[in-house]
């Protein structure tokens, strides 16, 4: 994992010290709350409802031990004792306040954290895979060059006050597991004669407007990465729309100019800097790798015992099953730990469950985890000799529900509970949902689906990309829920349908019940939910949802009638 330098260590904790002055200034009424506001936000502080929230950075999602216990410190030193994962790889605490930011933000320098660029108009967090570098499908590693952006995209001048946010995605695998398609810019590492490069994909987003991205460069040395995204958001910076926060990402720009026209002004941007002082060095390029080399791994695994712990319990198997993922190692697997316990957040974890997950890393994985865009966290390096162990203390921290890739391990933004900006509320239908899917051997036999939920059309619950997709609604100030299916994340990513009006919370577990058990009817044997979904179309789904239900012109005809 990447250690600090001295540079590094110098801007974070310098950083910290300008905040504390801001902040002081803003007490003391120097400076105003419309002032404080971009500074508190490119610290990762946002006011929400019930109190601030500040967002804190994982780039790319990996961790250490330490800095996992020192986020446990915080969550019960400043905090109500738990954190929340994100989407995008942060963690955001719900409850600290203002004037403690400063401290939390030191206590986290002393680990390598921070929360710059978390928030407001500029270059925000990576994201990756969160298999990177263990993933048996991986072409190539995608952490070194994450690193290397990062570096690039911290207090980069130019870039501090965009038109709008931007992120990037990179994925260095078969399998897209990044949500590369819809990302301000999205990175496909790739082999092509024997080069290493990227296919550079730019313009995706979810949001009120959700686009797919369109492919700029089909193959891009790897060299030129920093070059070329610098005359990406050149074009951005220059052309991209301020008059207007809904039309001022980068896809508004890329839509309006049409990809060709777009590619054609990041090509000939590129013309001026291309081979200048940011092209990258094999050397640089090692410098940065030489901090992810791998583990030392045993190479001489005793799968044995665990073959037969497998035989003879149904419960761990599974667990095996469902949270573990293929790694490189022979002997070795990825262990999803899964923050959708039934009835709780998604992606909400106490202060004893970090410190829990901290001990189970330094025991069992190398003292480094991950946390990914499903609001889980990973231990990336486990024996499958030691499984059995890591299930069961997990088991007893509600850390093991068997359900990663199911209907109840649900995507879920922090909704109508804490959000400013949510139409209604999104972690109790989460919940409602969870409740009413608890039979093990129902969801096992339903398969994978996923559930994702959004409070509101920012989308950060990724609903557009759920098999079945939840938004909250405002509708005359009561909260209600639009369904979409068969979106969908990687490589042949793709945004879901709506089903048709929206429902009541109080419908939306019959509404999924009903989706499913058309599903189950309809289902070839081993067709998943997308297949059967992909073959039969929305309408069987719709008629089932809608049966007995007048909408649309009938409800009309049937309230004049009365
Ligand atoms: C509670 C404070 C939050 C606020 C005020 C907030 C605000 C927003 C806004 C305004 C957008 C749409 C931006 C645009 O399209 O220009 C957005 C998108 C997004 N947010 Fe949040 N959000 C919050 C929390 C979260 C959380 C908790 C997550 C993850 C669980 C998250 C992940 C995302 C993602 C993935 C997107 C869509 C990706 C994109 O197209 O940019 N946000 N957020
Ligand atoms: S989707 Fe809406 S309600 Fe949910 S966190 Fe984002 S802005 Fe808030």
Redesign the pocket.
Known sequence: MYKYDAIDRQLITERVEQFRDQVSRWQSGELTSDEFRPLRLQNGL?V?RHAP?LRIAVPYGMMNTAQLRKLAFVARTYDKGYG?F???HNM?FNWPKIEDCPDILGHLADVEMHAIQTSGNCLRNITTDQFAGVAADEVIDPRPLAEILRQWTTFHPEFAFLP??F?IAISGTKEDRAVTW?HDIGLHLQQQDGETGFRVIVGG????TPIRGQIVRPFLPWQHILTYCEAILRVYNRFGRRDN??K??IKILVQALGVDAFTQLVETEWAQIKDGPATLTQAEYDRIAAHFTAPAYDRQVDASAFANQIENDKAFARWVERNTHPHQVAGYVAVTLSLKQHGAAP?DISADQMDLVADLADQYSFGELRVSHE?NVILADVRKSDLHAVWQAAKGAGLATPNIGLLTAIIC??GGD????ANAKSIPIANAIQARFDNLDYLFDIGEIDLNISGCM?????HHVGHIGVLGVDKNEAEFYQVTLGGRQGYDARLGKVIGPSFAAEEMPDVVEKIISVYLENRHPDERFLDTFDRIGIDPFKNRVYEGRAHGKAKTAQKEAA
Do not use: E, I, V, W
Not at 205 to 208: M, Q, V
């Open positions: 946002y929400q929230m929340h994100s989407t995008r955001q709008r946010k992120k819809f987003g979810l949001g009120r926060a809904y001022a990402r992606g609001q933004c922090p804490f959000c400013d900006l920012n989308a950060c619950g990724h």
